[in-house]
């Protein structure tokens, strides 16, 4: 294991987010004049700190006008950075041009989305698991579709999640009511319950220890620590379910990236139907983070306690709520899963892969324990004994990096940092660069990087 001792930085990036977020509440508090009668709403009062990606990207503006003149590189925020292939582009705008004649004219679709689509995503992705077209809502995203999954399970349900985990689990249920207050000591929401996922139990929660709770969020490939879980393991967690009545919400958006056979999908589990609910998406396995597409699997089987399908409730959530993805990003669905729309998807994943593994030794030579990165884009780093916002703020002063602090995917992800290998090739060579450097020069103070080995 690595320890580092970061020092601090005079800049203001190595404030603590709390300090900030009440600097910047408190200056805009000077500038209000009149108010109206209207009270805020108690859930968002309960909100700790700003969201973790936007906060993220403030830091990043403060410190390019510090630094006008750097490159800066980012290893954060998980936007993909590969042109889209031209098969899948060429497709959604012919549909586009195709908009300015009578005959290729669409106005509003499906909410649900459209039906060619939704069958292509049932048969492309769940073919052999007996998925129906008609459990599939087509959506603009998947961290859409979880706050409308909140919407749809109300404020009085008890959720778990993984820790660490994707904040927009714990943020959504934050915001529809469904946890108490944030205790400052834990680092945690009351009436959560937090499933530590680290190392010391090879990233899956001990469910012997796990309390029931309504619903239970997870994610494989897990965002940020990049482990998948096994069969074995989803076994587990969906008999846990079954015994508990609950409702798992698995959230498979890397599922893409998995290479050593583990499970792309929660279906692949026997009796999964009666109890889980997918959330996919086109974001990272086809560079449509900007293009926003997405979708969702409600299965027949899936009953409230007095017996009523889930799926007509969510059907009713998706008419009212939203109006439908957008036509021309469906189209562009469509065409990522033909076959030359997947064959040439696969070679830009593959570009990522490579980033990774250039990532992965740089940071092993160094000696860092490096967790994650054989089946996700992302790695989890260990700074053992450090603060994550320090170690991110050290990081980017010296070396114009951008990481993400784990500490922001909960009390789990102190002492870690989140690297990702979504980025230009050279990017990559000049981050390895650039983290050689930094590390090499401050071996008097941690000689153990000259010579630690890598366990992942």
């Known amino acids: 294991m690595v320890s580092l001792t970061f020092f601090s930085s005079a800049s203001s990036l190595s ?22 009668k209207l009270v805020r709403n108690v859930n968002l009062e309960k909100l700790k700190n700003n969201y973790l990606f936007p906060e993220i990207s403030r830091r990043e503006l403060e410190h390019v006008k510090k630094h006008p003149n750097v490159q800066l590189i980012s290893l954060g925020t ?20 195709a908009l300015s004649t009578v005959e290729g004219y669409r106005g509003y679709g499906l909410e649900q989305g459209d039906k060619v689509l939704r069958k292509a995503i049932a048969d492309t992705f769940y073919g052999h698991l007996h998925v129906k077209s008609n459990e599939v809502f087509v959506s603009d995203g998947a961290q859409s579709d979880i706050s409308r999954i909140q919407l ?19 943020d ?57 879980a096994s069969k074995k393991q989803l076994h587990q967690l969906v008999e846990f379910a079954k015994t508990n009545g609950s409702i798992i919400i698995f959230d498979s958006a890397y599922a893409a990236f998995i290479e050593d056979g583990s499970p792309r999908s929660i279906y692949e589990i026997p009796g999964a139907r009666e109890v889980a609910i997918e959330i ?3 974001s990272k396995f086809a560079g449509f983070t900007g293009v926003r597409l997405g979708w969702t699997i409600i ?12 799926i007509n409730d969510f059907h009713r959530i998706v008419t009212t709520s939203f109006n439908g993805a957008s036509n021309i990003a469906q189209a562009g669905g469509l065409a990522c899963l033909s076959p030359v729309g997947l064959k040439e998807i696969r070679s830009v994943i593959n570009y990522y892969k490579e980033n990774r593994k250039i990532l992965m030794e740089t940071l092993a030579s160094l000696g860092l324990t490096v967790y994650g990165g054989i089946n996700a884009p992302y ?27 784990g500490s922001g995917f909960g009390p789990g992800g102190e002492e870690y940092l989140r690297i990702s290998g979504f980025g230009r090739r050279d990017d990559m060579v000049e981050a390895s660069r650039r983290l050689r450097s930094f590390f090499n020069t401050r071996t008097k103070h941690f000689p153990f990087l000259s010579s630690a080995s890598n366990t992942n």
């Open 15 to 36: 404030s603590s987010p709390s300090k900030i977020v009440k600097s910047s509440l408190d200056f805009e508090l000077k500038k209000l004049g009149g108010c109206t």
């Open 78 to 97: 998980g936007d993909t950075t590969e042109p889209i292939p031209k098969q899948i582009t060429s497709d959604m705008s012919n549909f586009a041009h």
């Open 152 to 170: 749809l399970l109300g404020s009085g349900v008890t959720i778990a999640v993984q820790d660490p985990t994707f904040p927009a689990y714990i």
């Open 172 to 228: 959504s249920s934050v915001i529809i009511g469904q946890t108490g207050n944030f205790h400052e000591a834990t680092k945690k929401y009351q009436n959560v319950v937090y499933m530590p996922c680290g190392p010391q139990n090879s990233f899956f929660p001990d469910l012997s220890k796990t309390p029931r709770t309504d619903v239970i969020f997870f994610c494989s490939p897990n965002n940020p620590t990049g482990y998948v």
């Open 280 to 282: 996919s998406s086109f």
């Open 299 to 310: 299965p027949d089987e899936l009953l409230y306690s007095n017996g009523f399908p889930i």
């Open 379 to 405: 790695l989890w780093v260990h700074f053992k004994g450090s603060k994550s916002w320090d170690v991110f703020a050290e990081i980017l002063e010296k070396t114009h990096i951008i990481t993400v602090p």
